[in-house]
C-alpha cells in the first residue's frame, strides 16, 4: 500500500525557519516526481514544489521561490521542504504526493498528483 | 499561469440527485501530441487531505465509484457525480498539469 506520511510541523515565528518530512513506502520511490502542495486553513489547494526522479530539477512556485528548497534522499525514501523566512501567510497544511508524470507539453514536468498522507501543520505566528 | 475556475463555489444537491461542477481554464490544457486534456479532479471530505479522482478530464482513478464522471475538453470541463450519496460531502477541485499545476478554488457539494 502507498503510504506517505509527512512530519515536522509546528508553531514558528515570522522569519524562522522548518524542515518538512516525507516518508514513501509501498512504492519504488525512485520511479517517481515528488510534490509538495499547501492548503491554508479553509483554504484551497496550493502547489508549492516539485523535484524530479534523481533530484536534479527543482520547481518552485513564485510564492515561495528563493526562500524554500526541496529535496530528496533516496536511501531514506523520505522528500523534505527546508522552509525559510516563513511568513504569516505561509501557515498552512502541508501535502506531499507522487506526481504522475506524463508527456510534458513544455518545460514544466507534467502529471497529476497523488497525495496519500495526511498533511503536516506549519503556523507562522509571534 | 493557466488559471482554473471552477463554478459554482458552493452547491447543495438533494440524495440521489445529480450534481454538476463545472471547471473552466484560461487557455486550452487540451495538448494534440496526445489527444489528451490535462485536467484533474480532487475530492477533499471535511477534516481530511484530498484524494485524486480523475485524471485526463474523464479516466476514473482506480477505486472510485462509476457514479463520478469527468467530461470536456480545450477549456471547459465537467465533473458529475450522477446519485448524489451522503459520503460524497466534500470540496472537489479541479487542476491543470499542462503547465505550472495550478488548481481552482473549489467547489463545496452539501446535501440539500
Known amino acids: 500500500e502507498v503510504q506517505l506520511v509527512e512530519s515536522g510541523g509546528g508553531v514558528i515565528r515570522p522569519g524562522g525557519s522548518v524542515r518538512l518530512s516525507c516518508a514513501a513506502s509501498g512504492f519504488t520511490f525512485d520511479d517517481y516526481d515528488m510534490t509538495w502542495v499547501r492548503q491554508a486553513p479553509g483554504k484551497g489547494l496550493e502547489w508549492v514544489s516539485t523535484i524530479n526522479r534523481n533530484g536534479g530539477s527543482k520547481y518552485y512556485a513564485d510564492s515561495v521561490k528563493g526562500r524554500f528548497t526541496i529535496s530528496r534522499d533516496r536511501a531514506r525514501k523520505s522528500l523534505f521542504l527546508q522552509m525559510n523566512s516563513l511568513r504569516a501567510e505561509d501557515t498552512a497544511f502541508y501535502y506531499c504526493a507522487r506526481v504522475i508524470r506524463v508527456a510534458a507539453p513544455g518545460s514544466f514536468p507534467s502529471g497529476w498528483f497523488d497525495p496519500r498522507g495526511q498533511g503536516t501543520l506549519v503556523t507562522v505566528s509571534s | 499561469d493557466i488559471v482554473m475556475t471552477q463554478s459554482p463555489d458552493s452547491l447543495a444537491v438533494s440524495l440521489g440527485e445529480r450534481a454538476t461542477i463545472n471547471c473552466k481554464s484560461s487557455?486550452?490544457?487540451?495538448?494534440?501530441?496526445?489527444?489528451?486534456?490535462?485536467l484533474a479532479w480532487y475530492q477533499q471530505k471535511p477534516g481530511q487531505p484530498p484524494k485524486l479522482l480523475i485524471y485526463?478530464?474523464?479516466t476514473r482513478e482506480s477505486g472510485v465509484p462509476d457514479r463520478f464522471s469527468g467530461s470536456g475538453s480545450g477549456t471547459d470541463f465537467t465533473l458529475t457525480i450522477s446519485s448524489l450519496q451522503a459520503e460524497d460531502v466534500a470540496v472537489y477541485y479541479c487542476?491543470?498539469?499542462?503547465?505550472?499545476?495550478?488548481f481552482g478554488q473549489g467547489t463545496k457539494l452539501e446535501i440539500k
Open positions: 487542476q491543470q498539469y499542462y503547465t505550472t499545476p495550478f
Open positions: 487557455q486550452s490544457v487540451f495538448y494534440s501530441f496526445n489527444n489528451k486534456n490535462y
Open positions: 485526463w478530464a474523464s
